[in-house]
C-alpha cells in the first residue's frame, strides 16, 4: 500500500499549492504597519457603489474635490470585478475536474509507465489552467485592494442638518445679546490680551518655554496652573453629573488606530496633522506610534475589534488628557498666546449609539435620523452649554457648514468665545465683533464611519443582524482657549484684577480674583 499513498500525498500538496495562488493577493496600503490582530476596515463599498453621484458631490461640498471621482471609480473597478469572477469560473470548474482526475489516476496505485504519463499530462494540464488565469486572479486582487483604499479614502455622508458651503448656520447666544454687547466691545482694545494679563499677573510664562521647548509651547504659573486644574474638575464633574463614566487614557495610540478616526499623518492641505514617535531599529517591524491629537483617539479604541451588546448603549465616557497637535497654524491672531498651541488638556466626551433605521427601505442609517444619536449628540451639546454658560462666558453656538467638516463628521457644532483682543475696527472704524469671535468647543456625530474602521459592532435587539454602531463626540473642556477666554472677559481693568467665576471657586481655594503678586 506504500507506493499507493506517496502519489496521492503529492497530489495533496499539489492541489494546496494551486488553491493558494488562485486567491493570492498583495497586502493593501499600510498593512505592513499594522499587526495581525488590528480592527479590518469595512467600508460599506456597495452603498458607495450604489450611491456614486451621492458620494461625488459630497466630496466637492467638503472641499474634497481631488476625490469627486473615487465613487465613479469604484463602481467601474466593480463591474471589471465581476466580470472577472464570471471569466473565473470556467478555468476554476476546470481545475476541480483536473483535480478529481489526478486524485483518481493516483488511487489506482503502482508505478507504471502509463500511470506516471497520464499524471504527467494531468499535471501540465493543470499549470496550463494555472497560467491561463494567473493575470486575471491578480488583477481581481488588486481592483479589490484599490476599492478598499479608495472607499476608506471617503470623505463621511454630512448631514442634512449640515450647511453647504463655507457659511455656518446661528443656532443661538450665550450669556450675549448682539444688540446690547459688552461695554468693552464698543471700545475695540488689542491690549486687552490674555497674552499680557497672564504676564502681567504672572500666570503664563512664554519665555521660558521658548528656551526649553519652542514656539507653540508654554508654562502656566500659580494661579494660571491652578485655573488650568479647576477648569479640568469643574468639566468632569458636570459630565460626570450628566451620566458620563470617566476614563483616563493614554496620549499614545498607534497611527492605524489614529487614522480610523479620520486623523490622518497630513490633512487634505499637506499640512502634518500629527506626531509619530521615533522607532528604533528593533522596534521597525512593530506598528507605528503617533501621539494623540484629541482623547477622542484612544477612547474610541476602547472598543476597536470589540462587540457591544445592545443593552449597555448608549455608552458615554469622558476622559481628560493631554492632546498634541503637529500643525498650529500659520502665525497671525489664532497662533498669539494660548489660543493655538502644540500641547494642551483638554476634557473631551466620546460616546457609542445604536444605529437604528427609522425608515422601511435599505437606507442606511448614516444618512437619516437616528433617534438614538440624537438623544446623545443633545446630551452632549446641553453638557457643553451648561459648562460654558456657568462661566459667564458670552458665546453663540454655530451648526458648521461642509467645507468645516473633518474626514470623519456627518454634522458639527461649534460653541465660540468672544475674545476682546480679537475684534478689530471695520472700514468704517466701527467694532466688527464677528472678527472677535473664537471656537473654544466643537461637538460631532460621525455616524459608522469610525466604528467601520475599528471593527466595532452592535449585537442584540430587535434587529438580528449586528450593526456598526454611531459614534459622537466632543470637547468639554479645551484649558487654554477657555483660560484665555476667562482672563480677557474677567478683566477688571479699574482694580487691575481678573474674577474668577464662581463656579471655580471651590477648586481654587475659595478665591474670589487674581491679582498681582506681591513681591
Known amino acids: 500500500m506504500a507506493p499507493s499513498r506517496a502519489p496521492t500525498v503529492a497530489v495533496s ?15 493593501r496600503s499600510g498593512d505592513a504597519s499594522r499587526p495581525p490582530t488590528a480592527p479590518k476596515p469595512v467600508p460599506d463599498v ?17 472641499n474634497y474635490a481631488a476625490h469627486a471621482e473615487y465613487p465613479y471609480r469604484i463602481l467601474q473597478l466593480s463591474k471589471e470585478a465581476r466580470q472577472l469572477v464570471e471569466e473565473l469560473k470556467k478555468p476554476r470548474n476546470e481545475i476541480k475536474k483536473v483535480e478529481r482526475s489526478i486524485a483518481q ?38 481592483i479589490d485592494e484599490e476599492i478598499q483604499r479608495l472607499a476608506l479614502a471617503l470623505p463621511n455622508l454630512s448631514s442634512p442638518e449640515t450647511p453647504i458651503g463655507e457659511e455656518p448656520r446661528l443656532v443661538r447666544y450665550i450669556n450675549f445679546d448682539p444688540e446690547n454687547p459688552p461695554s468693552w466691545a464698543n471700545q475695540p482694545d488689542p491690549s486687552r490680551s490674555h497674552v499680557s494679563i497672564g504676564a502681567s499677573l504672572g500666570l503664563i510664562d512664554f519665555t521660558s518655554s521658548a528656551t526649553s521647548t519652542g514656539w507653540g509651547w508654554y508654562f502656566l504659573t500659580n494661579e494660571g496652573a491652578l485655573l488650568e486644574h479647576a477648569l479640568v474638575q469643574y468639566a468632569m464633574s458636570v459630565a460626570l453629573r450628566r451620566g458620563w463614566k470617566a ?17 490622518q499623518p497630513r490633512d487634505r492641505n499637506d499640512e502634518q496633522q500629527i506626531w509619530s514617535i521615533e522607532q528604533t531599529e528593533k522596534e521597525k517591524a512593530k506598528p507605528q506610534r503617533s501621539l494623540a491629537g484629541t482623547a477622542e483617539i484612544p477612547l474610541a479604541a476602547m472598543y476597536a475589534g470589540r462587540d457591544i451588546d445592545v ?3 448608549p455608552i458615554k465616557l469622558v476622559g481628560a488628557s493631554r492632546c498634541y ?23 473631551e466626551l466620546f460616546g457609542w449609539a445604536d444605529n437604528i433605521r427609522t425608515n422601511s427601505d435599505a437606507t442606511p442609517a448614516s444618512v437619516t435620523s437616528n433617534p438614538m444619536t440624537d438623544d446623545l449628540f443633545n446630551n452632549l ?32 457644532r461649534d460653541i465660540e468665545v468672544l475674545f476682546p483682543s480679537r475684534i478689530r475696527l471695520s472700514s468704517e472704524f466701527k467694532p466688527d465683533l464677528e472678527t472677535g469671535w473664537g471656537e473654544v468647543t466643537s461637538a460631532s456625530i460621525c455616524t459608522d464611519y469610525q466604528s467601520r474602521r475599528l471593527g466595532t459592532r452592535v449585537r442584540g435587539g430587535e434587529e438580528k443582524n449586528s450593526r456598526y454602531p454611531h459614534t459622537v463626540n466632543g470637547t468639554a473642556m479645551a484649558v487654554p482657549r477657555v483660560l484665555a477666554a476667562i482672563l480677557e472677559n474677567g478683566w477688571d481693568e479699574k482694580r487691575g484684577v481678573v474674577v474668577v467665576p464662581e463656579v471655580l471657586r471651590k477648586w481654587m481655594g475659595g478665591l474670589e480674583v487674581i491679582e498681582r503678586r506681591q513681591s
Request: net charge positive.
Open 325 to 347: 497637535r503637529a500643525e498650529a497654524g500659520a502665525r497671525g491672531v489664532d497662533t498669539k498666546g494660548l489660543y493655538r498651541v502644540h500641547e494642551f488638556t483638554k476634557v
Open 311 to 313: 443593552s449597555e448603549l
Open 46 to 62: 456597495k452603498f458607495i457603489r450604489d450611491n456614486a453621484e451621492l458620494f461625488s458631490r459630497n466630496c466637492i461640498d467638503r
Open 105 to 142: 489516476v493516483a488511487a489506482q496505485g503502482g508505478q507504471s509507465p502509463e500511470n506516471k504519463e497520464q499524471l504527467e499530462t494531468l499535471r501540465q494540464e493543470a499549470q496550463r489552467l494555472k497560467s491561463e488565469t494567473e493575470a486575471k486572479t491578480l488583477r481581481k486582487a488588486q
Open 13 to 27: 500538496r499539489w492541489s494546496r499549492c494551486l488553491r493558494r495562488n488562485f486567491t493570492t493577493s498583495s497586502l
Open 247 to 263: 476614563v483616563s487614557p493614554p496620549s499614545l495610540v498607534y497611527s492605524y488606530i489614529a487614522e480610523a478616526c479620520g486623523f
Open 381 to 412: 451639546l446641553d453638557t457643553q452649554t451648561e459648562i460654558l454658560g456657568s462661566l459667564g462666558l458670552p458665546c453663540r453656538v454655530l451648526e458648521m457648514p461642509t467645507t468645516d467638516l473633518g474626514a470623519s463628521a456627518a454634522r458639527k
